[in-house]
């Protein structure tokens, strides 16, 4: 592994916690084209060359034509380039359903401590709320991967302790056996939760903290958390990216920083210690969802 | 006999399964001739899009979708549609800031203030689902079939605000969803080439067109490409959908403008930038006046606001060609 | 709590329904990774075919099947197979020629002395279902179901000796036939064209070559050519089965012979007449000896009882190429 | 219409008669590649240029190589040369389970008065019984298109009170409804059945006799059935082939007879009335189901 970069922003060290996980020869379901994209781009050019991904539009394993520039969007002949398959969302989520997903990755709205996922209403979806765009493919990744991986933010309005809608399933009540009560495959729910500062595990299906950023403390950590969870034995210190990680991500994955501008800079200082800056590049005008 | 249980159930509204009914109409209606069924937009929009229809599109507005149909119903000022919204980004918020929806049936669309206000006045009622629950839906109506089985969406609020149920499954004694079939009304499927009949090719992944396009009771295919039909039988393995359940054919070159035809044309970004912060700003009316309101047609838009230049450029940049000619 | 009823079933008994097992199959048994698969027939079918397994072939021995490898299977002597009997021309007396066989799920087979003999004499069994009921089984498979709906079989003898239910369906209250989903322990499929991993074309129509690659737990994939992965990439859209599901890759050019390839070869009627003949009075094991037992590879049978002359004739005939090539 | 033939056989008979029901613009699933695939090209050729056909491997509406020689199969390219689409077994049969084949057409081995048709098994199939290759897809045309057309010949054991297995679905027992209540489709069923001697209608879902070919006397057709069915108040007299259709019937469709051999041959006869003669070609290896 290179050099670890003396200046990145949260979001790109979120971005490279994930493809530091990524395992090699693994199926994947990736979600959209924002970081979960960027975290399996990352990983099969470092780490994992032959981890393969799938795109909930049908594309199976593409060598896409990076960067996927401007608009890193599904159904389009760049983030299809060369893949093995072209199907259906259809066809994909059957492939799925069969099993042969390893892993999902997936962003968020709000998650509670056993992983359900809300990316519909925040509020009372019956009375007063906030609408939001709906699981789009969330569900069935959640719902049929062996493993997920979400990444949100971490901030309190995030992780609840129960989400105001389950719009994609975690471990539901927290129950054994309650996702196979309701019909979902057998062996199969979240594994991780990654955020710019933390990453959690899962202990008998409830979120544990088993990781935190550099620069930040456990109780920073859990100051934006409106639950306790559970915490690991002992809580590991995170990796900050490499300076070939940032240069493969600010040069080939995300030239235009429209994933990474949203994250806070962050600085290696002398004493070996980092901490926040304030500066920042002005962001551009496409949303961070893309 | 035995009994099976329903374990649960949602309470949402959703169309009515009637395959028997589908089976009819398609008795009725659909020709098994080889007619020509060459119209524009504005014409198969007029005869085949009906207030109240539920409607179904392929793909959307930004991506390979039938974005020149979607612009000419809103245009039309067609109302009260039931909407199939997945995998939709902005589609959803034009068509209710047209005013042309009251129900939808979400899997995905971007938010903002236009659909969000609509269903908090309740303006527009929203039954929610996911991408591929809605995908699956419609398969079951192209098979013919009442319901089919999934394995997500249980254990979701999502469940409790569709059509789903949770059954007994009388093969292994487990718990199963089951999900509503979907017939819709009308169907909108963007293609690279079909004939005037209406075999059509799609070359690319998809959502669910060859679902679609069966399981509607009208279907209109809009087409960059009209090709012989000698040309559709040299190759009838890229034939994505059969003549016999499509009722118009529409000639729309850069008809899924702004968004990225592949192998045609890439997405017009400014464009791109310019409806989205619509949405998320509260400003598709503007938008609507402009592109929509603000012409009479498709030729007229491409004519006078965006240029023979910029649909030049956005040719060029579609370099990748592999895998998208037959 | 409502209740469904389940109105009436089948007493045929039927392969275990069981999505949660077979995704546990694939999860443990199909390797994610691009590794090269290339093996002979004689190496696949001692590898992937066990004595006990339900057999799934795509086409026949006739129809672009993977006649090679049920050749293979035969001279192998595998016992007390399950065989999805759909489709099956004579590939079916063959196999119970060889003593292969225990249990048919019939959708059709050329019918003659042998099969009906060891039916009649309790050596084999058979259950009763339709050719197309046999595809939609083994799609509900693919689709990780556990059943599947369907329109036709309601009614029949062949419902009473299956695995069938009829049940009020819960959306329209209307009886409905529901069919268990087929997971086969192992498909055998002929393809055009694959790369060493697996990814596979098939050229022209077929019967449901991509539902049985999905929904068997051992896929052995046979192929007339060889592909580079880089021409694969060029055209996405031909592939037909993907490699993550291909447990073994044989090199079988003429694999379908006697039967005709499109586009490759046509099938050899002097040896079409000579099986047909044998099945229908009863010389299967006349046939078994010359051209099964009688050699011991699909190379040594074309050198030796067919010729490189008739080979070269029966691609000669192959006259059409038109759609049959990427 | 071209001339009348003056000597032809009973099977060419049968197919010609067949070819001349098919209407135009109508969708027709054809069963297997014998006297159904001959009658619909015939139709095609002469009388309905538009009529669409499609077969059990997922041809649609092909414009096919003809002679299809010397084996009528499928899954081949001179049966499927210049389809419209090329699809499957699954596809081509949820094309029918929508609605879309207006007519069905079958060969059979038995048929009852409520035209359930038998291809499984003569005898009691729990005992003593000769087994046959089952429905293949005659249970999903008979149960999905419209209208069924049914090829037999006429033969007191194929025209049976019961059939001894029900394999694909005529009106079951007759009564109204009978076919709903098993989940069959509204509106299908038996439309016509048609021997080289006959044509049968039904009336409220029971078989009736229409039509007798000149050649044979309605007391020989009722001989040669096993139950008296409902009759016509008129009992036509079939036409006879043309000559234009005979030859293409030899010339294109079917030049080696592996069709039309197992006909006797008839001969029209000075006085304007026919017979049979015994002459009879040498017939070929191949099964007439071919």
Not at chain 2, 178 to 196: C, E, F, M
Request: aromatic residues 10%; contains cysteine; proline residues 6%.
């Amino acid at each position: 592994m290179s050099e670890k970069a003396s200046y990145f922003n949260e979001r790109e060290h979120q971005i490279c916690t994930v493809a530091r996980m990524i395992e090699d020869a693994r199926t994947y379901w990736v979600a959209g084209g924002g970081s979960p994209m960027a975290s399996i781009l990352l990983a099969t050019k470092l780490y994992a060359p032959n981890a393969i991904y799938v795109t909930e539009d049908g594309v199976l394993a593409p060598e896409p034509a990076l960067p996927l520039d401007p608009l890193m969007t599904m159904v389009a002949s760049r983030s299809s380039y060369r893949a093995l398959q072209w199907g259906t969302m259809n066809t994909i989520g059957f492939h799925a359903q069969i099993g042969l997903m390893d892993y999902g990755i997936l962003n968020t709205l709000q998650v509670d401590p056993y992983g359900n996922i809300n990316s519909t209403a925040l509020g009372d979806y019956e009375g007063e709320h906030r609408r939001f765009g709906g699981p789009g493919g969330a569900d069935s990744i959640a719902a049929l991967c062996w493993h997920t991986i979400l990444m949100t933010d971490q901030q309190a309005r995030k992780f609840v302790p129960r989400v105001d809608f389950i719009s994609s399933p975690g471990y539901l009540d927290g129950s054994e056996g309650a996702r196979e009560r309701v019909g979902l495959p057998r062996g199969t729910g979240p594994w991780r939760v990654v955020t710019p500062w933390a990453v959690f595990d899962y202990e008998d299906r409830h979120l544990r903290l088993s990781g935190v950023s550099p620069f930040v403390t456990i109780d920073q950590v859990l100051a934006e958390m409106s639950f306790k969870p559970r915490m690991a034995k002992k809580v590991e210190t995170l990796e900050t990216p490499t300076e070939d990680e940032l240069a493969l991500l600010r040069t080939e994955l995300d030239q235009r920083g429209q994933i990474t501008d949203v994250g806070k800079p962050v600085v290696l200082q002398d004493d070996g210690t980092y901490a926040f800056v304030e500066e920042q590049k002005e962001k551009g005008d496409l949303p961070s969802s893309w | 006999m035995t009994s099976l249980d329903v374990l649960a159930e949602g309470r949402g509204e959703y169309l009515k399964v009637d395959p028997d009914g589908f089976r009819d109409w398609v008795r009725e209606n659909k020709s098994r001739a080889l007619v020509p069924k060459l119209m524009s937009e504005k014409e198969a929009v007029e005869k085949l899009v009906s207030d109240g229809d539920y409607l179904w599109y392929e793909c959307n507005y930004l991506q390979r979708g039938p974005a020149s149909l979607i612009r000419e119903m809103i245009r039309q000022k067609k109302k009260d549609l039931w909407v199939g919204a997945k995998f939709t980004w902005v589609t959803a918020a034009l068509l209710v800031g047209g005013g042309c929806v009251s129900k939808l049936d979400v899997g995905f669309f971007l938010f903002g203030p236009t659909v969000e206000q609509a269903i908090r006045e309740g303006r527009v009622t929203a039954y929610e689902y996911s991408n591929v629950v809605m995908t699956n839906r419609i398969m079951a109506g192209a098979m013919g079939l009442p319901f089919m089985p999934v394995r997500s969406f249980g254990g979701t609020d999502g469940f409790t605000h569709s059509g789903a149920k949770l059954i007994n499954d009388p093969y292994t004694g487990e718990p199963i969803t089951i999900v509503p079939a979907l017939n819709p009304d009308v169907a909108l499927i963007h293609v690279h080439q079909a004939d005037v009949f209406g075999n059509a090719r799609i070359f690319g992944t998809g959502i669910s067109h060859q679902e679609a396009a069966m399981a509607s009771k009208k279907v209109i295919v809009s087409t960059e490409e009209i090709i012989e039909t000698d040309e559709i039988r040299r190759d009838p393995g890229r034939t994505t959908i059969p003549y016999y359940v499509v009722d118009a054919v529409v000639h729309a070159p850069f008809g899924a403008y702004p968004g990225e035809m592949q192998g045609h044309y890439t997405s017009d970004v400014p464009h791109v930038i310019e409806i989205v912060a619509s949405t998320l700003r509260g400003l598709i009316p503007q938008y609507l006046d402009k592109y929509v309101y603000g012409v009479s047609s498709q030729a007229e838009m491409l004519d006078k606001l965006v240029g023979a230049n910029r649909l030049k450029e956005i040719q060029g940049r579609a370099t990748i060609k592999e895998g998208y000619r037959a």
